[in-house]
T-cell receptor
Framework: DAGVIQSPRHEVTEMGQEVTLRCKPISGHDYLFWYRQTMMRGLELLIYFNNNVPIDDSGMPEDRFSAKMPNASFSTLKIQPSEPRDSAVYFC?????????????FGQGTRLTVV | AQSVTQLGSHVSVSEGALVLLRCNYSSSVPPYLFWYVQYPNQGLQLLLKYTSAATLVKGINGFEAEFKKSETSFHLTKPSAHMSDAAEYFCAVSRGQGGSEKLVFGKGTKLTVNP
């Protein structure tokens, strides 16, 4: 398996623009997680899905952030409008639900810079 | 709610020296604990996980961690550091109240290995 695939790897955009980050989880994984990593706050869980259904979006910072999972093989994280403080590395991870101690598998991340 | 605290945001050791990275957890139910490693510009990779089968857990690259319930700790160790161990290490916990499936990460510890 190719692992979790994120695109783009790098994104530079101007403040106010819409940004869409994409994720393809590992086939057969029931859970998908979106994390944001910054120097100040570390790794923060933004939202996670189970079988394409959002379970917990309490980590989504503002209404400017939205996430969708239209099918088992694709998810998007959208920021509209983007702001400089959204600059961070965004990770997608997926996990098969076997037991609660099953680990999550991470993608390479998307480095977002908002100028 | 579950949480982890990593003591020391930076740890520096000499090549060949013992590596000790500290992690304490907070959970009202038996936790599932993980250590991940992140190399520069990469995603997170699982080092090892605690599954309750054994308190001493061996992982990849010679790392191991011991679960101590009395101390609520899950410290990561390696007897002899190698230059290639330089990376950032994250402790994570899942399954807090309500059996949440989400992974909560510590702030991370950056390990530097000096020649």
């Amino acid at each position: 398996d190719a692992g979790v695939i994120q695109s783009p790897r790098h994104e530079v955009t101007e403040m106010g623009q819409e940004v869409t980050l994409r994720c393809k989880p590992i086939s057969g994984h029931d859970y998908l997680f979106w994390y944001r990593q910054t120097m100040m706050r570390g790794l923060e869980l933004l939202i996670y899905f189970n079988n394409n259904v959002p379970i917990d979006d309490s980590g989504m910072p503002e209404d400017r952030f939205s996430a969708k999972m239209p099918n088992a093989s694709f998810s998007t994280l959208k920021i509209q409008p983007s702001e400089p403080r959204d600059s961070a590395v965004y990770f997608c991870a997926s996990s098969p639900y076997r037991e609660l101690n099953t680990e999550a598998f991470f993608g390479q991340g998307t480095r977002l810079t908002v100028v | 709610a579950q949480s982890v605290t990593q003591l020391g945001s930076h740890v520096s050791v000499s090549e060949g020296a013992l590596v000790l990275l500290r992690c304490n957890y907070s959970s009202s139910v038996p936790p599932y604990l993980f250590w991940y490693v992140q190399y520069p510009n990469q995603g997170l990779q699982l080092l090892l996980k605690y599954t309750s089968a054994a308190t001493l857990v061996k992982g990849i690259n010679g790392f191991e961690a011991e679960f101590k319930k009395s101390e609520t700790s899950f410290h990561l160790t390696k007897p002899s550091a190698h230059m290639s161990d330089a990376a950032e290490y994250f402790c994570a916990v899942s399954r807090g109240q309500g059996g949440s499936e989400k992974l909560v990460f510590g702030k991370g510890t950056k390990l530097t290995v000096n020649p």
